[in-house]
């Protein structure tokens, strides 16, 4: 059984264009989060998603950045117009049921450099 | 600010030794967990406690929830090269919905 599947691993956009994030959960989880890590910095919380619905995008920035998980295939989470601020690590995690009280799988990332 | 400290930021230790890690908050947690990170890797949760004063061991780690459960303790015992790693804390509260949140972890290195 996969685990959570992230790809691309590594991403490399010029500023300005869009990159896509895909993750697909663990068989049989229906909760997704996206998570930021910034160099020097802690995991930070974008959004949590369950199937074709935005649960929660508290941590999302209000611009160019959106998530969607369909009712078919992976969660995506879009960043338009890239900046060099937006490199980092973007981490998917998926949970059974609420992963605030049963933890987290996460998978391994996906590291996106603007240039 | 930061919700959750976490110390020593960088700890470096002799193979055999034992160490101690803290993850420390003034909020009160309805949930906290310990996950593991290594370069290039996402986090793999360790364990989660949800009762103060709760003790959970996990072969040579040893995790405690504070009474008050507003911090938590990770011992290893008997230290390997394999226990090298970045060690997360992450809670969530009970006023914070979905979120949760990590500390900026301390980074273990373990010398043969």
């Known amino acids: 059984n996969a685990g959570v599947m992230q790809n691309p691993r590594h991403l490399v956009r010029r500023r300005g264009q869009e990159a896509r994030l895909r993750c697909s959960p663990m068989k049989g989880h229906s909760h997704v989060y996206w998570y930021r890590q910034l160099p020097e910095e802690g995991l930070k919380f974008m959004v949590y998603l369950q199937k074709e619905n935005i649960i929660d995008e508290s941590g999302m920035p209000k611009e160019r950045f959106s998530a969607e998980f369909p009712k078919e295939g992976p969660s995506i989470l879009r960043i338009q117009q890239v900046v060099r601020g937006d490199s980092a690590a973007y981490f998917c995690?998926?949970?059974?049921?609420?992963?605030?009280?049963?933890?987290?799988?996460f998978g391994s990332g996906t590291r996106l450099t603007v240039v | 600010t930061q919700l959750l400290e976490q110390s020593p930021q960088f700890l470096s230790i002799q193979e055999g030794e034992n160490l101690t890690v803290y993850c420390n908050s003034s909020?009160?947690?309805?949930?906290l967990q310990w996950y593991r990170q290594e370069p290039g890797e996402g986090p793999v949760l360790l364990v989660t406690?949800?009762?103060?004063?709760e003790v959970k061991k996990l072969k040579r780690l040893t995790f405690q929830f504070g009474d008050a459960r507003k911090d938590s303790s990770l011992h290893i015992t008997a230290a390997q090269p394999g226990d090298t790693g970045l060690y997360l804390c992450?809670?969530?509260?009970?006023?914070?919905?979905?979120?949760?949140?990590f500390g900026t972890g301390t980074s273990l290195t373990v010398i043969p």
């Open positions: 995690a998926s949970s059974p049921l609420r992963g605030r009280d049963y933890g987290y799988t």
């Open positions: 406690v949800v009762t103060g004063g």
């Open positions: 992450a809670g969530a509260t009970l006023n914070t919905g979905n979120q949760f949140y």
């Open positions: 909020s009160v947690f309805s949930s």
